[in-house]
């Protein structure tokens, strides 16, 4: 199933819109993030998709047929959401085959079926044993998977998961992520996963589309995204970067007068950029000589994989937040007081805003 979204928007009253005029296709089989910050309208994007929610305009396409008047029941979609309230009193069993015991008599499979379909679909997300178990003997992860096979149950052309491991914690997220992944590859439903978290993004997904102020940045593949982000917000989002306001002059680049160090020279007209670099693509010496936007350190934080510093530069009145990599031996040794500079060997320019 192909999901043509086109020109999307969606104002709720008295507000500014939560989605700006979308559009993005979604691949027969393939398993797209929704990836923004909240708020950004990723749930409101997911509820049109699956026609809980009326569009103020546009709309959404079903292998290239107009679904926008079509309801949830008719367009056969499967849902998980963050907080999924299973039925506390039932069993597993019969969560699962809710959605088919729930249909009209004239499409209702006979119960014998049903229990066979629900028994099979747990087998799938590796609950075997569980049947009989209520909601409340389970925990968070098995709770989930309980909530997925529940949406499989109804043979849904599209799967429609809304932060379903929001609730969870890191590790088991973890685990879910890739338990997820491989169930998608085994039965290849077009499924569009929207989350809040990048790394989660990143790597479940076929493609990433990174919605920001309801309105599409970029999709591609997350090394595309990663790797050629098309804008300063993309790229910032995408992992922690540093950012300078830089202005450049004949292929020279400078910050508040001083010249900053880039590896081959600026290709870029004179005028005002924004300059960003993630923390692994510079490098930090603690020594006075030598290239590099120097000044002094400071605060130092050690943090997970990176060494946060606000640095003194110049005739600036506020120091300039950086994170920095835990590369050589300059950071171990660096101290508030103390001298330091930065290389920048890889960055991207944006015109600033
Ligand atoms: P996300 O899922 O990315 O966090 P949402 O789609 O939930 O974002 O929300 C996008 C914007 O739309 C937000 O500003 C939110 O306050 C607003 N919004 C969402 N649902 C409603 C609603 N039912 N009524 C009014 N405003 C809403
Ligand atoms: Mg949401």
Same mark, same amino acid.
């Given at each position: 199933?192909?999901?043509?979204?086109?020109?999307?928007?969606? =104002?709720?009253?008295?507000?500014?819109?939560?989605?700006?005029?979308?559009?993005?296709?979604? *691949?027969?089989?393939?398993? @797209?993030?929704?990836?923004?910050?909240?708020?950004?309208?990723? +749930? +409101?994007?997911?509820? &049109?998709?699956?026609?809980?929610?009326?569009?103020?305009?546009?709309?959404?396409?079903?292998?290239?047929?107009?679904?926008?008047?079509?309801? &949830? %029941?008719?367009?056969?979609?499967?849902?998980? /959401?963050?907080?999924?309230?299973?039925? !506390?009193?039932?069993?597993?069993?019969?969560?699962?085959?809710?959605?088919?015991?729930?249909?009209?008599?004239?499409?209702?499979?006979?119960?014998?079926?049903?229990? !066979?379909?629900?028994?099979?679909?747990?087998?799938? #997300?590796?609950?075997?044993?569980?049947?009989?178990?209520?909601?409340?003997?389970?925990?968070?992860?098995?709770? %989930?998977?309980?909530?997925?096979?529940?949406?499989?149950?109804?043979?849904?052309? #599209?799967?429609?998961?809304?932060?379903?491991?929001?609730?969870?914690?890191?590790?088991? *997220?973890?685990?879910?992520? !890739?338990?997820?992944?491989?169930?998608?590859? *085994? =039965?290849?439903? =077009?499924?569009?996963?929207?989350?809040?978290?990048?790394?989660?993004?990143?790597?479940?997904?076929?493609?990433?589309?990174?919605?920001?102020?309801?309105?599409?940045?970029?999709?591609?593949?997350?090394?595309?995204?990663?790797?050629?982000?098309?804008?300063?917000?993309?790229?910032? /989002?995408?992992?922690? +970067?540093?950012?300078?306001?830089?202005?450049?002059?004949?292929?020279?680049?400078?910050?508040?007068?001083?010249?900053?160090?880039?590896?081959?020279?600026?290709?870029?007209?004179?005028?005002?950029?924004? @300059?960003?670099?993630?923390?692994?693509?510079?490098?930090?010496?603690?020594?006075?000589?030598?290239?590099?936007?120097?000044?002094?350190?400071?605060?130092?934080?050690?943090?997970?994989?990176?060494? !946060?510093?606000?640095?003194?530069?110049?005739?600036?009145?506020?120091?300039?937040?950086?994170?920095?990599?835990?590369?050589?031996?300059?950071?171990?040794?660096?101290?508030?007081?103390?001298?330091? *500079?930065?290389?920048?060997?890889?960055?991207?320019?944006?015109?600033?805003?």
């Amino acid at each position: 199933m192909e999901i043509q979204v086109h020109d999307i928007r969606k =104002t709720f009253d008295g507000t500014a819109a939560a989605l700006d005029g979308i559009s993005l296709t979604i *691949r027969s089989g393939e398993l @797209l993030a929704l990836l923004g910050p909240s708020g950004s309208g990723k +749930t +409101t994007l997911l509820r &049109v998709i699956a026609g809980l929610e009326f569009p103020t305009g546009g709309s959404v396409l079903f292998d290239g047929d107009d679904a926008s008047h079509r309801t &949830v %029941q008719e367009r056969n979609v499967g849902f998980v /959401f963050q907080h999924y309230a299973l039925f !506390r009193h039932m069993t597993v069993l019969d969560n699962v085959g809710f959605g088919l015991a729930a249909r009209p008599r004239a499409n209702r499979p006979a119960k014998a079926e049903i229990r !066979r379909r629900a028994e099979e679909l747990l087998a799938l #997300v590796q609950l075997q044993g569980l049947e009989h178990r209520s909601p409340a003997q389970l925990s968070g992860g098995q709770r %989930q998977r309980v909530a997925l096979a529940r949406a499989l149950a109804i043979e849904p052309t #599209v799967l429609l998961l809304d932060e379903p491991f929001g609730a969870l914690d890191a590790k088991v *997220r973890k685990d879910l992520r !890739r338990w997820l992944r491989q169930l998608h590859d *085994r =039965t290849g439903h =077009t499924t569009v996963f929207v989350t809040h978290d990048q790394e989660e993004a990143l790597e479940l997904s076929d493609r990433v589309a990174i919605i920001n102020q309801g309105r599409l940045e970029q999709i591609g593949t997350p090394s595309e995204a990663y790797l050629r982000p098309e804008s300063a917000f993309v790229f910032d /989002f995408l992992g922690s +970067t540093n950012v300078l306001p830089v202005e450049v002059r004949d292929g020279r680049a400078f910050f508040a007068g001083c010249p900053v160090p880039v590896a081959d020279g600026i290709e870029a007209g004179d005028g005002h950029y924004t @300059l960003q670099a993630r923390p692994c693509d510079m490098m930090l010496a603690v020594d006075r000589q030598g290239p590099g936007l120097g000044g002094i350190a400071e605060m130092v934080r050690v943090s997970l994989g990176r060494v !946060r510093v606000d640095m003194k530069v110049g005739g600036l009145a506020r120091p300039i937040e950086l994170e920095l990599p835990m590369k050589g031996e300059g950071w171990r040794e660096l101290q508030p007081g103390q001298s330091l *500079r930065v290389r920048i060997d890889r960055y991207h320019l944006f015109a600033a805003p």
